[in-house]
């Protein structure tokens, strides 16, 4: 970003809002109750995804909550009653994490902590292989939150730094205590500095620091399980050794969205005599384990792979079998019940790949009694064992891996395979795919010249075409499964190997999961409490949800639609971190994504239960203490149909929690990221209708998510650099032009981008619109008054209405970027047209109207410098209980008519420059044109015959096919049927190619014969103007019927045609005699039938100063030859002049170079020069 200049603009803004955020926080704007009474509720209930408080809230997090905010200022001004609540999150690790952290470095390094000096690592590029093919259908987010937050600092001291925060402050950061009280009123600080329409009252924090949201959520956790929605078992999930508890998405620095990857564990025993390095392990049974995805395809087995340098470790199972496979996977396998101890890898012994090649192995369902492991060089660490099974009738990796083999001795011999061991192993057919026939593999690998395992790129592509095509639609050969399809058998087949003990059911992550605490966490079969989100009647109860869900896109509705379907079981319960504790089982504690469900229903009572402190701490309003919050209690003001509870409350306060509750709920709009998705949004429709299944009331009524910010087009993160806190937003762009710019950042869920240049070019717009309502206002007399009905008057009238109904519809739907186009943008250009098409001077009425109108509009974006602009006009109270503006008549024709105005003078500016453009021709002959002084526009009140022909083609085609047209060889071969049509057809389809390109930008009117306004009445009206805009002396307005044939061919309704002239005139100086005026002598031409305003309109091209034709007085000498010649009197200017009448006319002699006027049948030579006086 380039440096700027001066703040003094930004300045004056941030001094506006720091007064209106005091008047609204006096007045308590945004506090809302219930209204009481009556069952009619026009209320508006939105709210955000409380943000985790280990941390200043960042623009992404503006993002997301500018919508909240935008929706909440216009639904206020559409008279609804609006609740905008805002909570701080502080449940499960990353702040514990954080804590222990620093505590562990104070210990270690001293306070302040003295770090090694590290080496510097280089940086080795990693290529970046290509993505193993799976079949799934899982919809999930892909990005990290946690990713690129720490800018690249090592250790949490050096984290805590970046923050600007002092030695002695940090210490304290080591109670994790330390960060509740920390960082949620930094949080209220920001936020209120950006001018949020949230009610303060109703905000919290959430664990057990917090005593009545911690009784809340204790409530809802025992009622779910009272409703069997909790369950308590064994279950595969992510999971970090080094916490020893489950890794849930917001834990995790990286793989946030990544589940478990269910793989078949193929035990290929080991066949005596084992290789030198395993002969100590005589008589026991040794298994080299793979994992495959495609259990299937175990029939056609030829071989299996190892990779000669890899390193892998034999280790010992629960029953005491050995098994053979990567540390990495042996991690995995000991959290799942593979070995005796859980999490405890038992190694025999450590060994290399190249230490097992060439051993005899007894593997599953092939028909090779006996295989070998052979060499494959492009194994990975970082999936499945390190061992792979071979099938290269289906696999092209492994076809061209064992025809490496088999062509080249070479490689054989250096790997000490035997030909025994490689040449008589031929693929087996064992499924046929259509157009690949049954062995599917080696036919793609000779279509696209696979000459090596080496050809990574081909191999890849051999891979989509083969696996996909073959998971969809291949069909089984072997005995047992004959004709089936291979996606029906998959499951059957690995259930058959598992029950014969030939296989085992093996997880891992589907990608790398890193936790907040640095670990690699693995999948473990743990003991836990978890919500069965997989229950079928659950599952049903949340798609019920969903159908009345308002999703504004089809995007976010999709996202939710795969998320239901693949939703299964929730660890909702972990052993360290923050939080509330199980109720029943107190030694666990309720993950953050399972306490941040339902929480929306607190905020609705928080304000009367918690002391306006955020933990809860204070005394309660109704004086009601977090013990009295019993189960029944909490049943009675959530639950309508439940009794009054017995209860030392008083029943008026009772009465009054549940009377918030059912005024408010249910949650009208919740804005998120569109991340949300398959994690916190569709566990807020399934707790809700597990809550209120009986209630479809309380459900909630929208969800809106965006897409991810950029800032300035690329990815924000402070390793980069490339980062913004809210509060150096507000204090770089202050509140209302970051909010502009973060308004126009984006709407969809594709991601957004802010871009600063767009910010600074804001603040200026909103500078300069304030500075011009000032000015409107300290000039209104100057405005014109009386009636407001010229074309122009009309015309804004009618384009202000429109832009109000627009903008209405936009907010609506809260697509705030093109509330913002159409609201201000535009509405801003309608007033610029109005500006510069209203020669005769703007109207008060419409001015003043415009200025309301549009501080209204804006109103939602940018609450402070319209709050302020509403001042300026006078009004008494807050612009946050005014109303949105009321629109008139909207006349769509006289707004086309103003459009074609705008084209017409457009085209007419291109067709002048053309005119004055040098002759093409031969070098040095190319002077520019003498300037034209004149113009006669030409309109068609009809089509040329051939384009009318045409046209009622089309129309008929049009009418007749419900709004389309036909392809353009069938309209063409209609066309040239038409004998009367035969001279134009280089013409024809160019015509009809350009109607087509207009139908889809305006519609059927296109089609219409004749224009539905009078387009000379429009040129004539606006004459001043396009005579001023192209400096010419006059344009005439004259029907193409009056003009030749070629004029006739180049008009057309809508399309007028322009013919340039220069009028031949005599030179005259006109001199001013006023001294100290700023007004100079000019030359200019005279010519024939000119009047006074025309040579005034001549000279006004020239003195721009000169605004008004009435304020000039035009004279002549009467003598002619001496006049000019004496020196004026001070104060006596007009002496020896004579005014020149409006009924004069100028004629000219072109042959004497002379000038004389008549005036009631006299005429008299002027000389050489006039005179001018501005009054």
């Keep these: 970003m380039t440096e700027r200049k001066g703040t003094a603009k930004v300045d004056f803004i941030k001094k506006i809002e720091k007064e209106v955020q005091q008047k609204w926080d006096e007045e308590k704007v945004f506090e809302a109750d219930a209204a009481s009474g009556g069952e009619s509720k026009n209320k508006y209930f939105v709210t955000f995804p409380y943000p985790y408080m280990n941390g200043r809230l960042h623009l992404g997090h503006t993002f997301s909550l500018s919508k909240c905010e935008f929706a909440v200022g216009y639904q206020r001004l559409k008279g609804k009653h609006c609740l905008f609540p805002f909570g701080l999150h502080c449940t499960g690790m990353p702040i514990k994490a954080c804590a222990d952290k620093l505590k562990r470095e104070l210990e270690l390094y001293g306070c302040p902590p003295q770090f090694p000096d590290e080496e510097e690592e280089e940086e080795t590029p990693v290529k970046k292989e290509a993505e193993e093919i799976v079949i799934k259908d899982k919809a999930k987010g892909k990005k990290s939150k946690a990713a690129a937050k720490s800018g690249g600092a090592k250790f949490q001291w050096d984290i805590m730094r970046s923050l600007g925060l002092s030695d002695e402050e940090i210490v304290q950061f080591a109670e994790a205590e330390y960060w509740l009280g920390y960082f949620p009123p930094l949080a209220v600080q920001d936020m209120k500095s950006m001018g949020v329409k949230v009610d303060w009252r109703r905000s919290f924090i959430t664990t057990d620091v917090n005593p009545f949201y911690d009784s809340f959520v204790r409530w809802q956790f025992e009622s779910l399980k009272e409703r069997k929605k909790i369950k308590f078992g064994k279950r595969y999930t992510i999971y970090s050794p080094k916490d020893g508890q489950p890794c849930m998405d917001h834990d995790r620095q990286t793989g946030e969205g990544v589940g478990p990857q269910e793989y078949t564990l193929i035990k290929m025993k080991m066949v005596e005599p084992f290789p030198s390095k395993l002969s100590g392990l005589k008589g026991t049974a040794i298994f080299l384990v793979a994992a495959t995805l495609r259990p299937e395809t175990m029939f056609g087995q030829t071989n299996c792979w190892v990779r000669p340098d890899m390193k892998y470790i034999a280790f010992e199972t629960a029953n005491g079998d050995i098994f053979i496979s990567t540390r990495r996977s042996a991690r995995n396998m000991s959290y799942q019940g593979f070995t005796k101890e859980n999490g405890v890898v038992p190694s025999v012994m450590e060994l290399f790949g190249e230490d097992i090649l060439g051993c005899a192995l007894s593997a599953p369902l092939t028909s090779y009694k006996i295989i070998y492991a052979l060499p494959m060089l492009t194994i990975k660490e970082d999936k499945g064992t390190g061992v792979v099974t071979s099938v290269p009738s289906d696999a092209p990796d492994d076809i061209a891996a064992l025809r490496d083999l088999k062509k080249k001795q070479a490689l054989r011999e250096k790997y000490g395979i035997k030909d025994e061991m490689v040449l008589p192993f031929e693929p087996v057919p064992i499924i046929e795919i259509p157009g690949y026939g049954n062995l599917s593999a080696p036919q793609v690998c000779d279509e696209l010249k696979i000459q090596s395992q080496n050809d990574r790129e081909k191999l890849a592509e051999a891979k989509e075409m083969v696996y996909l095509k073959g998971f969809y639609e291949g069909i089984m050969l072997v005995d047992g499964y004959k004709g089936q399809k291979v996606q029906d058998v998959k499951k059957p087949i690995q259930k058959k190997m598992v029950d014969n003990g030939e296989a085992l059911i093996y ?216 980062f913004l806190t809210l509060s150096e937003a507000v204090n770089k762009f202050s509140a209302d032009g970051m909010r502009l710019a973060l308004a126009d950042a984006g709407d969809t869920v594709e991601d957004a981008n802010f871009v600063e240049a767009m910010a600074d070019a804001g603040i200026l717009r909103l500078y300069t619109w304030v500075e011009w309502v000032k000015e409107m206002i300290a000039n209104q007399d100057s405005l014109r008054s009386g009636p407001a009905n010229t074309f122009n008057d009309r015309v804004f009238a009618s384009e202000m209405n429109a832009g109000i109904i627009k903008t209405d519809q936009h907010y609506e739907k809260m697509m705030f970027k093109e509330a913002l186009k159409a609201g201000f943008f535009e509405f801003q250009a309608a007033k610029d047209k109005y500006r510069e098409l209203a020669i005769e001077g703007m109207h008060k009425d419409l001015v003043f109207q415009f200025i309301e109108n549009q501080t209204l509009l804006l109103a939602p974006i940018c609450p402070h410098l319209c709050e302020y602009t509403w001042s300026l006009l006078g009004k008494t109270g807050s612009l946050m209980k005014a109303s949105w503006p009321v629109s008139g008549p909207v006349d769509e024709i006289l707004i086309r008519s103003s459009q074609y105005l705008m084209e017409t003078a457009h085209d007419l500016r291109l067709r002048l ?71 134009y057809m280089k013409r024809l389809m160019p015509f009809v190619a350009m109607i087509k390109e207009n139908l889809e930008k305006n519609g059927a009117r296109v089609l219409d014969l004749e224009l539905e306004f009078d387009e000379r009445a429009v040129l004539l009206e606006n004459i001043v103007y396009l005579t001023n805009s192209l400096e010419l002396d006059q344009i005439d307005v004259i029907f193409a019927s009056e003009a030749d044939d070629k004029v006739k061919e180049e008009c057309c309704p809508g399309k007028p045609y322009s013919v340039f002239r220069s009028e031949p005139g005599v030179s005259v100086f006109l001199v001013n005699p006023q001294p100290a005026n700023g007004y100079f002598s000019s030359k200019i031409d005279v010519r024939q039938g000119d009047t006074k305003d025309s040579i005034i309109r001549r000279l006004m091209k020239v003195e721009r100063a000169i605004k008004d034709l009435q304020r000039v007085k035009l004279m002549r000498y009467e003598d002619p030859v001496l006049g000019p010649r004496r020196v004026p009197v001070l104060g006596k200017e007009e002496q020896g002049k004579k005014a020149i009448s409006e009924k004069s006319i100028f004629h000219i002699d072109l042959n004497a170079k002379k000038v004389h006027i008549a005036d009631n049948g006299l005429k008299v030579d002027i000389g050489d020069t006039l005179v001018y006086l501005v009054q």
Aim: overall charge positive; some cysteine.
């Design 507 to 722: 997880m891992e992550p589907e990608k790398q999961v890193m936790s907040r605490s640095a670990d690699e966490c693995v999948v473990a079969l743990c003991d836990q409490w978890y919500l069965d989100y997989g229950d079928k009647n659950w599952k049903e109860a949340a798609s019920n949800s969903l159908k009345s869900l308002e999703t504004f896109c089809d995007e976010t509705r999709k996202n939710f639609e795969a998320t239901l379907a693949w939703l299964q079981e929730h660890a909702c319960s972990r052993t360290y971190g923050l939080g509330t504790r199980l109720p029943w089982d107190e030694q666990w504690l309720i993950e953050s994504l399972s306490d941040s469900t339902i929480y929306m229903a607190y905020y609705t009572v928080a304000h009367l239960l918690q002391g306006g402190v955020l933990n809860g701490q204070a005394p309660s309003p109704l004086g009601i203490k977090p013990e009295q919050m019993t189960k029944e209690v909490w049943n009675y003001i959530f639950f309508k149909n439940s009794p009054m509870p017995t209860s030392t409350i008083p029943k008026q306060s009772l009465q009054k929690l549940r009377q918030e509750f059912e005024y408010w709920y249910p949650v009208d709009v919740r804005v998120s990221g569109k991340d949300l998705v398959p994690n916190h949004l569709s566990y807020y429709l399934y707790n809700h209708v597990a809550m209120w299944p009986e209630d479809s009331g309380k459900w909630p009524v929208a969800v809106r998510a965006n897409g991810h910010l950029l800032l300035n087009s690329e990815k924000m993160s402070k390793s980069t650099g490339n």
């Design 913 to 983: 420059k053309g005119y004055m453009a040098p002759a093409k021709g031969k070098k040095g002959d190319n002077k520019p044109q003498q300037k034209p002084s004149h113009c006669t526009t030409y309109v068609a009140k009809n089509y040329p015959p051939w384009q009318h022909t045409t046209l009622t083609l089309l129309r008929k085609h049009y009418k007749a096919n419900n709004g389309q047209l036909p392809e353009n060889k069938v309209i063409a071969s209609e066309l040239g049927a038409l004998p009367e049509l035969k001279k």
